[in-house]
């Protein structure tokens, strides 16, 4: 049996949903996290899920794959690290098998929002470095530009450790991310550029 097979034998849609702290609501509803989600309009079933909202749809593995920014190989084996599959047991031991280190609700919420966070602004700096590069050797550096040089691979490394450390170092992290402040910054900083390029698009289109 496949790596695939296995995951998606062994934890349901819902189970995970609940362990990377989304709060499952009656009926088995959830706020979709791929869109701005008031109400619970997400739907999970047994083997996958669909959002009434934004149409996002896919099984348990589509859902870490979107949720961390992962191939779907990487969500395969983030579940199967998380849940504590061992993939040379048939699934109907590692069904019986609770995950490995069930988190706190708290740190769960945590560690979702801050890798989030990390991704939005990961995806902002990528997009940045491309479209902000200096176009000769004379122009003056952008300052998007330059602060996409000098975060990018911090950042990077920061939703690796997020998405594959073991437990105790992700908390320590997600910890040091909350304290120093960062990630409130971020978010701060997210919430800005969203807004400057909602203006944008108005003026465009107005
Ligand atoms: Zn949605």
């Not at 619970?40 to 899920?49: A, G, Q």
């Not at 990018?152 to 920061?158: A, F, N």
Request: hydrophobic content about 35%; some cysteine.
């Amino acid at each position: 049996m496949d790596l695939f097979t296995q995951v998606k034998m062994a934890v349901s849609v819902k189970e995970a949903a609940e362990y990377y702290g989304l709060e499952v609501k009656r009926g088995n509803m959830v706020c979709c996290p791929f869109h701005n989600d008031r109400t619970p309009s997400m739907k999970l079933n047994e083997d996958y899920l669909y959002c009434f909202g934004c149409g996002a749809t896919g099984d348990v593995i589509d859902l870490v794959a979107k949720l961390f920014n992962l191939s779907s190989y990487d969500a395969a084996k983030k579940l199967v690290y998380d849940f504590g599959i061992d993939p040379d047991k048939p699934p109907a031991a590692a069904v019986l098998r609770k995950p490995q280190y069930p988190l706190a609700k708290a740190s769960q919420r945590a560690e979702m929002h801050c890798q989030r966070i990390l991704c939005g602004y990961l995806h902002l700096l990528e997009h940045w470095k491309v479209q902000h590069a200096p176009k000769t050797p004379e122009d003056t550096f952008d300052d998007r530009f330059v602060e996409a040089c000098q975060m990018l691979d911090y950042i990077e490394d920061l939703t690796d450790i997020l998405t594959f450390a073991e437990l105790e170092v992700r908390v320590k992290t997600v910890d040091m991310l909350q304290k120093d402040g960062m990630i409130d910054r971020l978010e701060e900083r997210l919430k800005r550029t969203e807004k400057e390029v909602d203006a944008r698009d108005e003026t465009e289109i107005g």
